[in-house]
Each structure stands twice: as C-alpha cells, then as structure tokens.
C-alpha cells in the first residue's frame, strides 16, 4: 500500500499500536540523509562565515592599535627627543655661566652689579637662540626681556659716547633667567 502527504503522518503516529505496515518510499532515506547533509554544509558555512566575520572585525581592531601605539611611540620619542635638547641647553647655560662672569660687582657706581652684555652675546645667547624652540615659555620670555634691555643699554651707551652704562634690571633678568633654568631641574617641568 502506498502512501502519500498527511496520512503518512497519522500512520507514523499510530504505527506501533496497530500493526499497520507502513510502505514507505524506499527514497525517503536517501532525501533524509541528503538534507541532513545539506543543513549540516550550510549552518557549517554560516559558523566559518560568521566566525571569519569575527576575526575580520578582531584583525582590523588589532590593527588600528597598533596604528595608535605607532604613532603614541613616534611622539613619544619626539617629545623625550625635545626634552632632551632642552635640557642640553639648559646645560650649557649653566656651564658658560659657571666658566664665564657674567655679573661681576664693581664699587663706584650706582649699581654696583654689572651685567657683562658682551660676554652674554659671545657665549650664552647663541646657546640659547641654537635650540630657543624648545625650551619652556618662561625661559623664552626671560630671554625675549633681557634681549630688549640689552638694546636699550646698547643705545643709551651710544648716545653716551661708549660710556659704558649698567642696568640693574639686565642683572635681575638674567638672575631670573639662571633660577629658572635651575627650577627645570629641581621640578622636573617638562
């Protein structure tokens, strides 16, 4: 006896209770082993699709870290690079400074600090102004101050007739300016 759609079913359900024999198609196995097989490829191909998506998503986030630590590692050592040649100016500052008198005291004047102004612009000022970028705001704008009293001086002295004139506010700045270098030091300001 064949048989075919819905009946199929009610005799499935029934087929231990009444002894029915059931003719089923000799090619039901073979559609159910195929399908099992179908569904099998296409959830397997669905799991590699989505696990690919997955690493796809993992690799490009992987890449942009290493991107950002690229370019964290290049202005890192840029900035410890700046640091670096602040320092070694500071350096030298203090070194010319320690070899040279730049502020000697004489008596008979009016002040009686005298600020080298010769002396600063042969040794320290091209120091200063090799790498002046780099070094702090405050140091810049100490330098740019004494800069401008030092012209000042220098045209008074030439309205003088070379007499030589000192100014105890040049004296103040570059005082300043060596206790800011030093401050550098001392809070690691960078």
């Not at 202005?75 to 320690?98: C, H, P, Q, W």
Request: charged share 30%; net charge positive.
């Amino acid at each position: 006896m064949k048989i075919k759609g819905a009946v199929l079913w009610r005799l499935l359900l029934y087929k231990n209770t009444g002894g029915i024999k059931l003719d089923l198609n000799p090619y039901y196995g073979q559609i159910i082993t195929a399908g099992a097989a179908l569904s099998g490829a296409v959830f397997g191909w669905l799991g590699s699709l989505f696990t690919a998506m997955v690493n796809a998503k993992n690799q490009k986030a992987l890449e942009e870290r290493k991107r950002i630590w690229a370019v964290e590692d290049k202005m890192k050592a840029e900035f410890e690079e700046k640091v670096s040649k602040r320092f070694r100016v500071y350096n030298e500052i203090l070194r010319t400074d320690g070899e040279n008198e730049l502020i000697t005291f004489e008596t008979g004047l009016e002040h009686p600090e005298v600020f080298h102004i010769k002396q600063y612009r042969k040794t320290v000022r091209p120091v200063i102004y090799e790498n002046f970028h780099v070094l702090c705001d405050d140091v810049r704008k100490i330098v740019r101050e004494l800069d401008r009293e030092i012209e000042g001086i220098l045209f008074e002295e030439s309205l003088s007739g070379g007499y030589p004139v000192s100014s105890e506010k040049a004296v103040n700045l570059y005082v300043s300016l060596l206790k800011i270098v030093e401050g550098q030091y001392k809070s690691n300001n960078y």
